[in-house]
């Protein structure tokens, strides 16, 4: 059921940054390399809606940006987070005042959505391992549960259900999202 | 979504007095949700793990692992896989027999996730015993080979291979690894 395949061998980050991509993705962490599964139609809208979601609040103030599915390189690990939220003063820049392609920071809010089969052990410990380098805020969320584990530094998590808000970056001021608007995206009918 | 929402929201006093289930039924925050029903690498974790527990917290007389026991506190009453009680606090009668009914949280708690079960549900359990006093939770996930540990005021940690599992502090310098618990799958 462990959808992310595990490498047997042990290569170094920087043995690993030098393959080439796979697709889906593949994570470095902890020494070894874990492929993500392929996003199905759930976890497909819910990405996509919730990054957009995140920017329309917070892009024309240069608040934030979510980014989907963006290589994030710290902590002697590479992980892409379905969604990646940077604080806008974070986000790093070129010269010329692009983005820059390779980010080798911490995101400031980390959101993973599990697949089917996914392991949530595995999903967690990108969530902690984020969480232990500098990340304020990460979502955990199960679509099958309708909910969503709100992880914080040196707390437990929280899991939130319904019409409870969910915690975002401070930030995006007074923004507030409930888990029921969350998963009411997942309705086309 | 294996554990199942039953009904409509009802009181913890109807709930309790209503007939037992098989698989059990939990009941958290006005409504029920069956477990389920536990298949073979499920019931051989929960069956050896506690079996272990067992032999180090008994003969002193430390800890004490049930399986399945309902514990009702806190205004909802769940049944973990395993809960483990430190000796002084497990509820007994006049005769010195233990109780039938455990209205504490457990000291440890322990959920092994089955396939299709809601992580979130199961780790919304855990962290509601820790709120209430529990002082260790462990939730296994036998399709990754991993063990993450929850204790008061701290992330959670996945623990690995040669990892070694936080115990409760009465089972003293007790180790078990991550791999020591999962060997127990193999039978050959």
């Excluded at chain 1, 962490?29 to 957009?52: C, F, M, N, R, W």
């Excluded at chain 2, 039924?25 to 272990?52: C, D, F, W």
Aim: charged share 20%; hydrophobic share 40%; net charge negative.
């Amino acid at each position: 059921m462990v959808s992310s395949i595990q490498s047997d061998s042990k290569l170094s980050l920087e043995e690993f940054l030098k393959l080439p991509e796979t697709k889906p993705a593949s994570e470095y962490i902890d020494g070894h390399i874990y492929q993500k599964p392929i996003p199905q139609g759930e976890h497909s809208v819910i990405q996509t809606e919730l990054s957009a979601a995140i920017n329309r609040v917070s892009k024309h103030q240069k608040l934030a940006h979510a980014f989907t599915e963006l290589r994030c390189t710290f902590g002697g690990g590479s992980v892409l987070p379905n969604i990646a939220v940077f604080e806008w003063q974070r986000i790093p820049l070129r010269p010329n005042g692009r983005i820059e392609n390779r980010f080798l920071i911490t995101p400031d809010w980390t959101i993973e959505i599990l697949s089917p089969d996914q392991s949530p052990n595995r999903v967690i410990k990108k969530i902690s391992f984020c969480l232990k380098h500098e990340t304020k805020l990460g979502w955990f969320i199960d679509l099958e549960d309708e909910s969503v584990s709100v992880f914080q530094s040196n707390q437990l998590p929280e899991v939130k259900y319904n019409t409870d808000t969910l915690p975002v970056l401070s930030v995006l001021g007074d923004w507030q999202l409930s888990v029921a608007e969350l998963f009411s995206w997942l309705s086309f009918a | 979504m294996l554990s199942t929402e039953l009904s409509a929201k009802i009181s913890l006093e109807d709930f309790l007095k209503s007939p037992e289930t098989k698989p059990a039924s939990e009941y958290i925050n006005g409504r029920i949700y069956q477990k389920p029903m536990p298949q073979g690498k499920h019931s051989r974790i929960q069956t050896r793990l506690s079996a272990v527990i067992n032999q180090v917290g008994e003969p002193s007389k430390l800890a004490l692992a049930l399986t399945e026991l309902r514990c009702t506190f806190g205004g909802r009453s769940i049944v973990p896989d395993i809960a483990v009680f430190e000796w002084s606090r497990i509820p007994v009668d006049a005769d010195g027999e233990v109780m039938n009914q455990f209205k504490i949280p457990p000291d440890w708690t322990i959920e092994i996730l089955s396939p299709d079960q809601s992580p979130n549900r199961v780790i919304n359990k855990i962290v509601f015993c820790i709120n209430q006093g529990a002082k260790l939770a462990w939730f296994i996930d036998p399709g990754d080979k991993s063990v993450m540990v929850f204790q008061p005021n701290q992330l959670p940690e996945v623990k690995y291979d040669t990892d070694n599992l936080p115990v409760l502090g009465v089972l003293g310098d007790w180790q078990l690894s991550t791999a020591d618990l999962f060997g127990w799958l193999k039978l050959n």
